[in-house]
């Protein structure tokens, strides 16, 4: 049986990665007992994937994954039998049966939305902010330093930046909402986005990164784009 | 501290997790009158790999009233943020700094440690030497093997706990609660905390030095004990075992259910520490173990149970308890594995039996690489023994060994090291003359060689360490050696390292100042290769007007006195000098189950027993 789900990830647990929230759900199902599939071969390994990583240090509303189980269980029991089993700042907040008409979600992932709260280490005026904003959809090529596998290279990162607005400002802080795009292939980091913001304000900032929305495509039980 | 501010140092660092506290099975106590900080010097996913805290943890955490958080050397990014910050350094639990405690305990597992102990008292604003905090600062104290001997270490703690610990500490907490409660001061309190079995107070013995030498130890408060005895725990089986490890989201070294097996060993290597310090052997029944495993198990999630003891191979039950535990384990995928294997005590089946779930890494540990050499050091193994043991393994489908030795034993000479060489390739013909389609592909045989380091209370105690060049240059004669062994590789450890542990290994109180020395000129995480800073050691060394090599190379007088028998560890100096006179006869001495060998001396009697119950 094929279970498809979501968890959230919170302060306490953010800064682990990937491999860390990996081992962590597979630890969680074993304390629940569920009746996990396991690959075969000398290191047996439960089947489960992830649409995508979520970086070390930022938090998020649903993080999607599948599992594969030898039994059929209800979803809703699922959720019930693991979510004592995780450790304070993960919970599972929705999860499905699903078949094979639903490919795996690494190939159905579009985008993904955040919500980013940057702190300004200098006071700064809100009009400053909510300009360099707008300059960054509006005035052409968005050029910031990218990590690639041959080094760090300057790219454009304007095409992966769907939509990006200022939802509060003071001379602080901003919180700004922003939609990226995300495949296997790559997409945007919140980082390089907020690296975009503090290069046009000239100034360094410190930033926390929340992604409220996981987007996907060819399933009406995925959340979708707008 | 501030979530933000905690963000920032997070954001900041490598290897977030290890600040991050949160594990599942971590205690969360809402009232509590009393706080217990139990510091790892060093990282995180070291220090929650050491069994002996997990079991303090749960000891600690299960009285009323007392909460016991945990907190780990940083790593050198994180201290810097400190620093920077101007923050101290805190608990996982809390998020505390350590001058919030009642207690600060520090457990001492190898001597490059020590520096990071600084750190973390530094990081916390708690100065350095005992003598210089009143009773407004936590109580610092230490424990753990390296407390065989206290003397380089003994003016930064207030007490210091000589063997096992788990119930020497609810004792302190309880004589610290009734000290409170009496209002005694706290030389007072420490007085009291003498007379626990186990404890040992440096502030009230004074060890004298003449010409260079430790000479005595002279007692400054009467009411102290004339020796302090090692602590042991009498029956294993009852005590209480670690009812829920913690699971770390980061992997750590040890990343699975331990579950202790016995303590002790009875084979008596001579240059083994833990093989003194443990003695005598206790076990605990294999019913207890079966139910430990699967609790432990079930609230932790892991997939491996490790059988944890000096010599798992030597326990009485385990032919018994093997396949019943592995078994019971691979109904659910677990895997069973055996950190320390004897290569006598291996059988074929198990070796299949443990196959049967996952497939874990074979090491031996014959030590030394001719037979007189091993009588020397009293590893009673035999070449045919090992032989015997990979062939077994070879034909159960492993296709790779690894082997540990050391050099620079007593006696050694060119001969014994081409004989480590010589094994390798013995093994290495074990496996090629199997049919090709009987054994697997990719054969290595992987020699691990570390430099000897002469321990207190081990018959070596006398010995001198070979010097560094002399160990550079056997180093140098094996690798030739090793160059025609099919699937050979050798790895040796870094000799100037082991100078270093020789030294703190067999130190006295003289080396205190040198420690704070090299902290201050930068010494941190020495046992790392990467930090580890020679010059900024030979400076603190020369500046205390001490040298190295007087500490590492010198062989010392077996009459002479030694700074660490202000310690009694219950096997007796007699005993230790009649193992060091058979050692130099390549005399062999009987594993301790055929027979007492007599190492208590008149306690014998009684400390047998308790190995018997």
């Keep these: 049986m094929r279970i498809i789900a979501a968890f959230q990830k919170n302060k306490e647990i953010s800064y682990t990665s990937h491999l860390d929230v990996q081992r962590t759900l597979q630890r969680a199902f074993r304390r629940a007992e569920l009746p996990l599939a396991y690959s075969k071969g000398f290191n047996p390994h439960p089947k489960l994937s992830f649409a995508t990583a979520l970086a070390t240090g930022y938090t998020s509303d649903g993080e999607w994954f599948e599992v594969e189980l030898d039994r059929a269980i209800e979803p809703q029991t699922f959720i019930e039998r693991v979510n004592p089993a995780l450790p304070d700042g993960m919970r599972i907040v929705q999860a499905f049966e699903a078949d094979d008409s639903i490919d795996t979600l690494s190939k159905l992932i579009r985008a993904a939305r955040y919500e980013l709260t940057v702190h300004f280490e200098t006071p700064v005026s809100p009009k400053d902010v909510r300009d360099a904003v707008q300059s960054i959809m509006e005035d052409g090529p968005v050029i910031v330093d990218k990590k690639t596998k041959s080094g760090v290279k300057p790219a454009d990162i304007r095409p992966d930046i769907l939509e990006a607005s200022v939802k509060d400002v003071s001379d602080t802080f901003a919180i700004l909402d922003v939609v990226g795009t995300l495949t296997a292939a790559g997409g945007l980091r919140a980082e390089t986005f907020v690296r975009a913001l503090s290069d046009r304000l000239h100034l360094n900032c410190f930033f926390t990164a929340h992604r409220t929305a996981l987007c996907f495509e060819g399933s009406d039980r995925l959340p979708r784009l707008r | 501290m501030d979530a933000i501010l905690l963000d920032k140092l997070l954001s900041r660092v490598e290897k977030p997790a290890r600040y991050l506290g949160n594990e599942w099975n971590m205690t969360k106590k809402e009232s509590y009158d009393f706080r217990f900080a139990l510091c790892f010097p060093d990282v995180y996913e070291i220090g929650m790999s050491h069994q002996g805290s997990r079991i303090l943890y749960h000891v600690l955490n299960s009285m009323d009233g007392v909460y016991c958080e945990r907190c780990y050397a940083p790593w050198t990014d994180m201290e810097r943020a400190l620093i920077e910050a101007n923050e101290p350094l805190f608990t996982l639990e809390t998020k505390s700094p350590l001058r919030d405690f009642d207690v600060v305990g520090f457990s001492l597992l190898y001597e490059m440690c020590y520096t990071n102990v600084l750190t973390m008292l530094k990081l916390s604003d708690i100065p350095f030497l005992a ?10 104290v230490a424990g753990g093997p390296c407390t065989v001997n206290p003397e380089p270490i003994a003016p930064f703690f ?5 063997g096992d610990g788990e119930e020497m500490e609810p004792e302190i907490v309880n004589c610290m609660r009734k000290a409170k409660a009496d209002g005694a001061t706290k030389r007072e309190l420490l007085e009291r905390l003498s007379k626990i079995e186990g404890i040992y107070v440096p502030s009230f013995y004074e060890p004298v030095f003449e010409n260079g030498r430790y000479v005595r130890t002279e007692r400054t408060n009467a009411n102290a004990p004339e020796r302090v005895r090692r602590r042991i725990v009498r029956n294993l089986d009852m005590t209480p075992y670690v009812g829920k490890q913690l699971v770390p989201h980061m992997q750590i070294v040890h990343d699975r259910v331990a579950v202790e097996v016995m303590r002790g060993c009875t084979r008596g290597c001579r240059f083994c520490q833990a093989g003194y310090i443990y003695r005598p052997v206790r076990e605990r029944k294999k019913d207890t173990l079966l139910k430990q495993a699967r609790d432990l198990v079930r609230c932790t999630g892991y997939d491996e149970v490790s059988l944890l003891s000096l010599s798992t191979g030597d326990y009485s039950e385990l032919h018994e308890l093997l396949p ?22 291996l059988l074929k ?3 299949e039996k443990m196959q049967t779930v996952r497939k874990g890494g074979l090491t031996f540990a014959p030590e030394a690489g001719t037979q007189r050499m091993r009588d020397v050091i009293n590893k009673n193994v035999t070449e045919e023994d090992l032989l015997r043991a990979v062939t077994d393994a070879f034909t159960s489908g492993w296709c790779g060994v690894k082997l540990y030795f050391m050099i620079g034993l007593p006696t050694e000479t060119d001969e014994d090291i081409l004989g480590i060489a010589d094994l390798a390739r013995k093994v290495s013909a074990c496996f090629y003359r199997l049919p090709k389609e009987q054994r697997g592909m990719g054969f290595r045989v992987t020699v691990s060689v570390s430099t000897f380091v002469p321990k207190p209370w081990t ?7 070979n010097e560094q060049e002399e160990i550079r240059r056997k180093q140098q004669l094996l690798k030739t050696a090793m160059k025609g062994v099919r699937g050979g590789e050798l790895h040796c450890h870094p000799s100037v390292l082991s100078v270093l542990e020789a030294v703190f290994s067999r130190g006295d109180r003289r080396l205190a100042p040198v420690l704070i020395d090299a902290f201050e000129l930068g010494c941190r995480f020495d046992s790392w290769a990467e930090h580890f800073k020679p010059d900024a050691w030979a400076e603190a060394f020369s500046k205390n007007g001490l040298t190295m090599d007087e500490y590492a190379y010198r062989e010392r007088d077996p009459e002479e006195p030694l700074p660490w028998e202000i310690v009694d560890a219950l096997t007796t100096v007699a005993y230790l000098k009649r193992e060091w006179n058979r050692a130099r006869e390549a005399r062999t001495t009987k594993d301790c189950r055929e027979g007492c060998n007599g190492c208590f001396g008149e306690r014998c009697e009684d400390y047998c027993r308790i190995s018997k119950e």
């Design chain 2, 158 to 162: 207030d007490a210091i706990l000589i």
């Design chain 2, 459 to 465: 018959a070596f105690q006398w010995v001198g360490q």
């Design chain 2, 349 to 351: 089946e198990d070796l």
């Design chain 2, 324 to 345: 019943r535990i592995i078994d019971d384990m691979a109904e659910q995928k677990v895997s069973v594995s055996l950190p320390s294997l004897r290569i006598d005590s």
């Design chain 2, 131 to 140: 003598r210089e905090r009143d009773a407004s600062y936590p109580l610092i």
